[in-house]
């Protein structure tokens, strides 16, 4: 078995972006009570998280949207900017500790605590961008976690791949200049999907060229589309960049009863991408792998992928309990 770290805490059920919002506090809640039925719990290490430092939170967004949005929070406002990012009081506090959760998996991974980690957070973080909410996310969560990697542990090479079926646009602006870091999205066609961003011609600019590789697939794609991608196109892509520590960005709204988008993955596609990216870190990372939540509303998907996911990080057998 290896050593899998679980970054979870209460208080990420405090953020309320509405009643009617599907990014919801049952989504973990869901997560937490199907892995303590599983036994999973019991063999995982938890970490716990701790509020992202302003310090390093700057380092990736505008000072002055930081400010709107903790302004914004505390005063009790519902909506922060964009129709989508619903807030409460706590929101600012909650947001500075999902991205506090994956810096806490870096640490844990980076000092040898454990092999690989699960993040359980939220809200998510991939749309975020620089200087703007969208899509339920307020700050990005992973890229914070791949500057930190890479600024204070002093690696050089970092791979995302994000498999939410959303583009996340946030990730790839925040490092579409930035050769240390490799962004691998697959996604739905933008033309048919939020955001609207992730076309193949978007490659990453200036020393970033070359380092920013977007899938796009049309509604209704299938398990083996996806897989046949990752497998002969992005994989060799990857291997040859070989990165130190590896991140996934993990919604789980690609799959076919996911009620916000419109492709037709199953529960084995997940399962599947999951052991050719764990694959990956094995072989250049020394199995340095960190997944972080994104999207994904269908509850009864999220417990099983994610339960899948723990087993896959843990090496622990499907057929086992
Ligand atoms: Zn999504």
């Known amino acids: ?33 199907n892995l303590a039925e599983s036994g999973l719990l019991e063999l995982v290490t938890l970490i716990k998280p701790y509020e992202a430092p302003l310090a390093w939170v700057e380092k990736l967004h505008d000072p002055d949207y930081i400010q709107r949005f903790k302004r914004a929070c505390a005063q009790g406002l ?7 990012c619903g807030i409460c009081p706590e929101s600012y506090d909650i947001a500075l500790l999902a991205a506090g959760g994956v810096m806490a998996a870096v640490d844990a991974v980076m000092n040898g605590q454990v092999d ?3 993040c359980a957070v939220r809200p998510p973080g991939h ?13 990005n969560n992973v890229a914070l976690g791949a500057l930190y990697a890479l ?18 646009n946030g990730t ?10 490799f962004y691998l999205s697959l996604h739905e066609d933008p033309q048919h999907c939020y955001p609207g961003t992730g076309y193949r ?10 380092f920013t590789l977007n899938l796009p697939f049309p509604p209704r794609s299938v398990d083996e589309e996806y897989l046949e991608a990752l497998r002969n196109e992005a994989l060799p892509r990857l291997r040859q960049f070989a990165p130190q520590l590896v991140f996934i960005s993990a919604g789980f709204d690609a799959h076919e009863n996911d009620p916000l988008a419109h492709e037709k993955l199953s529960r084995q596609a997940f399962r599947d991408m999951g052991q050719l990216v764990l694959d990956l870190a094995r072989e250049s990372a020394e199995g340095r792998l960190i997944t972080v939540l994104e999207g994904g509303y269908n509850l009864e998907v999220l417990e099983d992928c994610t339960e899948d996911h723990l087993r896959l990080l843990l090496d622990v057998p499907f057929d086992h309990f």
């Open 151 to 168: 600024e204070n542990y002093g690696l050089e090479r970092v791979a995302i791949v994000d498999w939410d079926v959303h583009h996340g």
């Open 78 to 84: 519902q909506i922060f900017e964009v129709a989508d």
């Open 172 to 181: 790839q602006h925040l490092f579409e200049s930035d050769p240390r870091v």
């Open 201 to 210: 011609r978007e490659t990453g600019k200036g020393k970033g060229e070359g």
């Open 116 to 118: 690989n980690v699960f």
């Open 127 to 139: 749309h975020a961008e620089r200087d703007r909410a969208m899509g339920f996310c307020f700050f």
């Open 1 to 33: 078995m290896r050593r899998t770290g679980y970054v979870y805490d209460e208080r990420y059920l405090r953020h309320d972006p509405g009643s009617w919002h599907p990014e919801r506090p049952d989504r973990l809640k869901a997560i937490q009570k």
